[in-house]
């Protein structure tokens, strides 16, 4: 079993930054992508960006390439988004998720993903 964990989320003013962070545990020998997805309310789920294992290769929505950077730790377990440049029309419940099996790939499709997180709160206020 696998657990995610995000952490980072809160209220920020737009044009403020925050990072987030989702830690990974238990079936962790086994190589695996992760991504960040998130959904506002009355929105559907939206891809925000995905990692590879080794972190070679990196996907973004196209709302957010050039302010949001997605990063992994060393010991890839934990994955990074740095966000940058908020806008209002990022709120929404962030959540994190793992594809297991997958070393060289990133999906962007949610279906792909085995095992998610409860997510964090992301508000940006105008």
């Known amino acids: 079993q696998v657990q995610l964990v995000e952490s980072g989320g809160g209220l920020v003013q737009a044009g403020g930054s925050l990072r987030l962070s989702c830690a990974a545990s238990g079936r962790t020998s086994v190589t695996y992508a992760m991504a960040w997805f998130r959904q506002a309310p009355g929105k559907e789920r939206e891809f925000v960006a995905s990692i590879s294992y080794s972190g070679s290769n990196i996907n973004y929505a196209a709302s957010v390439k050039g302010r949001f950077t997605i990063s992994r730790s060393a010991n890839r377990s934990t994955m990074y988004l740095q966000m940058n440049s908020l806008k209002p029309e990022d709120t929404a419940a962030y959540c994190c998720?793992?594809?297991?099996?997958?070393?060289?790939?990133?999906?962007?499709?949610?279906?792909?993903?085995?095992?998610w997180g409860q997510g964090t709160q992301v508000t940006v206020s105008s």
């Open positions: 998720a793992a594809d297991y099996g997958r070393t060289y790939y990133a999906p962007d499709n949610a279906n792909e993903y085995d095992y």
